[in-house]
Nanobody, 121 residues
């Protein structure tokens, strides 16, 4: 059974940083592309970032480019989302998701529970 465990959320002031982690179990991690999504209150879920299974390609939403960095440690079955220069509009529940295959996708097979990020102004 594939399980994803997201963690690292919390309360931070605007301009601060947080690092989210997504640990996977029950998978051959090297075979999976991993995405980060977020959903703010009253808004639809949006894709934030993604990293391919090979780690060769990444994707960032325009709203986070230059501030967020995604990385993947296949040895630790973990994907990280380093979030810098946080803004109040980054406040949301953040989810990680996985899909088998080399590339990022519009749809994912497996989802973790969310971790709440709150950025105060």
């Amino acid at each position: 059974e594939v399980q994803l465990q997201a963690s690292g959320g919390g309360l931070v002031q605007a301009g601060g940083s947080l690092r989210l982690s997504c640990v996977a179990s029950g998978v051959t991690f090297d075979d999976y592309a991993i995405g980060w999504f977020r959903q703010a209150p009253g808004k639809e879920r949006e894709a934030v970032s993604c990293i391919s299974s090979s780690v060769r390609s990444t994707y960032y939403a325009d709203s986070v480019k230059g501030r967020f960095t995604i990385s993947k440690d296949n040895a630790k079955n973990t994907v990280y989302l380093q979030m810098n220069s946080l803004k109040p509009e980054d406040t949301a529940v953040y989810y990680c998701a996985a899909i088998v295959g080399p590339y990022c996708s519009d749809s994912y097979d497996h989802w973790g529970q969310g971790t709440l990020v709150t950025v105060s102004s």
